[in-house]
């Protein structure tokens, strides 16, 4: 049986405002390619936080110094939308493959802020991220604008000099690497990744599987 935690949620600003907020949770990625993992972790967060919407957010170039297989953004931007549309409190949000260049979480959540005031984000990472926030550019100011919110991952710790709101998902060991891995070696990805990923894959030849 899983059991969930319920986060008690805390306001960022002292200061009143008289915008209402409307609770938006971001996850952003590469999502090359989503996969169902993305998907449960959104629907925890979403219905454990109580969440208006979740938008997947893929970006551009990741500033990260590990340089992932890397396929035309199109692909991927399609590939997401294909993931969630059937979810009516998920949603795309490009802007990032718009701006193009590094994507920097400080400088695209400044972007959404300044034209969504009345948003109230909750950055959704996996545990494993939750080391490398010291990293982060302008992670200062950063944890000033944002909420958070870690996904609990077996053998990583949930300690951290910022704050982080956690949240308890089942646990499920499915990587984009591994998905790649196995499409180019002509394995089967049934149930990894929805169906309609699983053709668009099959069908433009990505990641070099096998025919």
């Known amino acids: 049986m899983v059991t969930f935690q319920k986060p008690i949620v805390k306001p960022i600003f002292e200061t009143e405002s008289v915008i209402p907020k409307q ?6 990625g590469t999502f090359n390619p989503p996969h169902i993992g993305h998907l449960i972790v959104a629907e925890q967060v979403y219905q454990q936080l109580g969440l208006k919407k979740v938008l997947f957010m893929p970006d551009a170039n990741p500033p990260h110094i590990d340089h992932k297989e890397a396929i035309a953004a199109a692909d991927r931007k399609k590939m997401v939308a294909l993931s969630i549309a059937d979810n009516p409190h998920f949603q795309l949000e490009d802007c990032e493959l718009r701006r193009g260049g590094i994507s920097y979480t400080f400088e695209t959540i400044k972007a959404l802020l300044e034209k969504h005031p009345d948003y109230e984000i909750y950055f959704i990472i ?3 991220m939750v080391a490398y926030l010291p990293k982060w550019h302008k992670i200062t ?3 000033k604008l944002v909420h958070f919110v870690g996904v609990r991952r077996a053998g990583y710790p949930t300690s951290s000099p910022y704050p982080i709101l956690w949240v308890d998902v ?3 060991q499915i990587s984009s690497t591994q998905i790649r891995e196995r499409v180019r070696a002509g394995n089967s990805i049934r149930y990894l990744v929805p169906d309609a990923v699983s053709e668009y ?3 433009e030849g990505l ?5």
């Open 201 to 203: 894959i099959h069908k």
């Open 141 to 143: 100011e950063l944890v």
């Open 23 to 28: 609770r938006i949770g971001i996850l952003g």
């Open 207 to 211: 990641y070099g599987e096998r025919n």
């Open 170 to 172: 089942p646990l499920i």
């Open 126 to 128: 996996g545990g494993d």
